[in-house]
DNA sequence: TTCACATTTCGATGATAATGGAAACGTCTA
DNA sequence: TAGACGTTTCCATTATCATCGAAATGTGAA
């Protein structure tokens, strides 16, 4: 079995600390330039940017040079879903300052797994659409059915398009505060897309965090008939 | 956050390569020699020792003395599932000789799982459940319904003995080769334990794969109305 | 042009950890 | 009781690798 290898070097490179803090920074989805990343895993600019160097060299992250800046991303999105379900074995971090806690709430709540919504609302909203039977769950796929095909429409989304993307189309992706499924793939990261370009979401800054909105409550009670806090 | 330790430090667990091999080995539930897991990380029986005793620290791996064998499995069922999840990331192992394709096609057909069902035969017969109505999917969790207490029942299973087990009852546990999930938890242990105790399947040795009989071949068709093979 | 700044490259250092040889320990068998 | 065998402990070796200081590169600003 040579899947050894593969097992192996994909582990040691979470292994070692600093690595891992520089992805699971980078699991916001967002670009981040090498001194962003420094400082968030505490190490010296040039450590970061051998870890940089080492990971696009094996193609988990790449480099996008604007200005004297290089932001670094995530590859694929597979790798940062890889990244999630290890941090559901890792387990809820146990609560050291009110502070991390209350991070820690806002996580959970409604977060960025790469490039889709995650926590909660994520699940949440997931459920609602299989209860509609806009989707129907498929072993890890999540076919949309042909009313999910009109509401997605009806909500701005350009199925074909999507389809055609060389990634998985609509998969579902475990949540690892909520222990649960949520959406992903193309589907889950335009729907995101969508409810960000809608105003339902803002960003936090320096975290995966995502803030719902006033419209983005209102939004999603009306399309999705759930209520969130 | 500190749960950046516990990703690293559970990757490190695999990170290595003899390792990493001698966790695979000792995926298939049951209790290994050390010798035994020397010669299938290949390397020298002290150096298997090192590491079995650096693990069995950590609470990875328990002993257990019998005559002048130690015998070593994997402490947690969870622990096991992780290393399957980590399995599917890894992919299809690329298929280097004969002899291991057609081993890497056993395995794909049924497996242990640390100590229940996996491969095509375990999701077939978890599909089969799903199907009709004997288990409900609510998340990662699957709920026995009314008619699924009788049928558990009725195939010899004690179904108040296995809730009380301080483990999870029943549970979806991803399946790395199918990419779809299969019945595990004290339900997915027990299930699997009676149907060895049917004599419907045969462990080989020294490997996870498992062989369906005849008997096997036709309960199966009897009690879950599907065809394996 | 010159300076400031982000980032990388180079090189040296230090720590960590996997490894196997030698020997000890305990258990089984003859 | 002696010898064989499975396993561990001790120990020295070795290789790997994360780390950072110093210097180089390249870009933007003044």
Redesign the pocket.
Known sequence: MNMKRNVSSIASLIS????AAILLHLLDGRCH????L?AAAG????????????MAEIGTVT?E?H?????YRIAQASDAEMIEQLLSFAGPAPVVSLRQSDQMKKLRHARMCYDHLAGEAAVRITESLLRAGHLQKDGLQLHVTVSGETFFADFGLDLPQLRKKRRAFSRCCLDWTEREHHLAGALGQGLTERMFAMDWFHREEQSRAVRITQEGKQGITERFGIQLD
């Not at 070692?16 to 690595?19: C, E, K, Q, V, Y």
């Not at 190490?43 to 080492?54: C, D, G, R, V, W």
């Not at 200005?67 to 932001?71: A, F, K």
């Open positions: 070692d600390p600093s690595r330039p090498a001194g962003n420094a190490i010296t600019p040039q450590t970061a940017s051998f870890h940089l160097a080492k480099v040079k200005g004297r800046h290089r932001y």
